[in-house]
T-cell receptor, first 114, second 109 residues
Framework: GAVVSQHPSRVICKSGTSVKIECRSL??????MFWYRQFPKQSLMLMAT?????????EQGVEKDKFLINHASLTLSTLTVTSAHPEDSSFYIC??????????FGSGTRLTVV | GQNIDQPTEMTATEGAIVQINCTYQ??????LFWYQQHAGEAPTFLSY??LDGLEEKGRFSSFLSRSKGYSYLLLKELQMKDSASYLC??????????WGAGTKLIIKP
């Protein structure tokens, strides 16, 4: 089946630094990539939606200058958390969509900002 | 607005059957997914319903009634490894997944 490789799985960074999370579709072309954030015991919160070659669409309340999304190819999308702070510590998950309802999730990235 | 309603937590016994209900309200509807999510992991696909009725897949079955905005996930022959959160996620008119908080299922021996 379809696979989305998400890296890193865990990252610890110092406050004020930037972290890049990468999602790569291994055997299909992801026309749309979704980036989610999930806090403990809460639902997945959609941060942004990106289509290959175009700017990402951010959900209300998500700072686009802080969470930089790049979807330069049909197989690769990246999320960069810039100037990370402890409140950005969370579980970040990408989901690639091929077609209309074929969603494949990455394995998630646990970000801890100290 | 868009809304998902599932029980927050359920407890069941190993070997038994449990039904997790989900009611939803969305702007348009293009099917509904059920996902399983273990703590600290990404969701994994269980089922997809787009037409009314029951879809059976091994120990797991999922039912959909579009007119009632209602779905359920039925888990049979429960195993300890089934302890997880179960997420009901309908798809709206923009083909976006709409997420609720999920149901935490606790399996006891």
């Amino acid at each position: 089946g379809a696979v989305v490789s998400q890296h890193p799985s865990r990252v610890i960074c110092k406050s004020g630094t930037s972290v890049k999370i990468e999602c790569r579709s291994l055997d299909f072309q992801a026309t749309t990539m979704f980036w989610y954030r999930q806090f403990p015991k809460q639902s997945l919160m959609l941060m942004a939606t990106s289509n290959e070659g175009s700017k990402a669409t951010y959900e209300q309340g998500v700072e686009k200058d802080k969470f930089l999304i790049n979807h330069a190819s049909l197989t690769l999308s990246t999320l960069t958390v810039t100037s990370a702070h402890p409140e950005d510590s969370s579980f970040y998950i990408c989901s690639a969509r091929e077609g209309q309802v074929d969603y494949t999730f990455g394995s998630g990235t646990r970000l801890t900002v100290v | 607005g868009q809304n998902i309603d599932q029980p927050t937590e359920m407890t069941a016994t190993e070997g038994a059957i449990v039904q997790i209900n989900c009611t939803y309200q969305t702007s348009g509807f293009n099917g509904l997914f059920w996902y399983q999510q273990h703590a600290g992991e990404a969701p994994t696909f269980l089922s997809y319903n787009v037409l009314d009725g029951l879809e059976e897949k091994g120990r797991f079955s999922s039912f959909l009634s579009r007119s009632k905005g209602y779905s359920y996930l039925l888990l049979k022959e429960l195993q300890m490894k089934d302890s997880a959160s179960y997420l009901c996620a309908p798809i709206d008119s923009n083909y976006q997944l709409i997420w609720g908080a999920g149901t935490k299922l606790i399996i006891k021996p």
